[in-house]
């Protein structure tokens, strides 16, 4: 069942000139280590970041809150999977939201979608909640 769902458009200049004005103190402020890592091997650097900030503020809504009730920028990190797949890996505030989401006996999945057409970056987010494995 779907227990929550965000989307985002970002403007990519916008984040280029936030980039270009405070660098690393809004990089720091806002990303993870994994993904500055991934962002700033990239030639489309800014376009990386928009995609990731998109995510962020999609996953932020998907869970209700917001940047608020101890949901926090860091909490929520764009990873990717073996296929290339995007999803999230939530912690801190954000991942005791998602808990209280779930229904007893149930796991979340984060389902991501990212894209990217200059000068905006778009993502949505689906915050499913299945049944544990073993209690099907």
């Known amino acids: 069942m779907i227990i929550g769902i965000g989307s985002d458009l970002c403007d990519i200049r916008r984040i280029a000139r936030t980039l270009e004005r405070h660098g690393e103190?809004?990089?720091?402020?806002?990303?993870?280590?994994?993904?500055?890592?991934?962002?700033?091997?990239?030639?489309?650097?800014?376009?990386?970041?928009?995609?990731?900030?998109?995510?962020?503020?999609?996953?932020?809504?998907?869970?209700?809150?917001?940047?608020?009730?101890?949901?926090?920028?860091?909490?929520m990190e764009v990873i990717n999977l073996p296929s290339g797949q995007p999803t999230l890996c939530l912690t801190g505030g954000a991942a005791a939201r998602l808990q209280e989401l779930l229904p007893s006996g149930h796991e979340g999945r984060l389902h991501v979608s990212l894209t990217d057409d200059p000068p905006m970056a778009q993502a949505f987010v689906i915050i499913e909640a299945l049944p544990r494995t073993g209690t099907r």
């Open 25 to 75: 103190r809004f990089t720091h402020r806002v990303f993870t280590d994994g993904e500055r890592a991934r962002c700033d091997r990239r030639a489309a650097r800014a376009e990386g970041y928009a995609r990731r900030f998109a995510a962020k503020e999609a996953c932020a809504k998907a869970l209700g809150t917001g940047l608020s009730a101890g949901v926090f920028w860091r909490d």
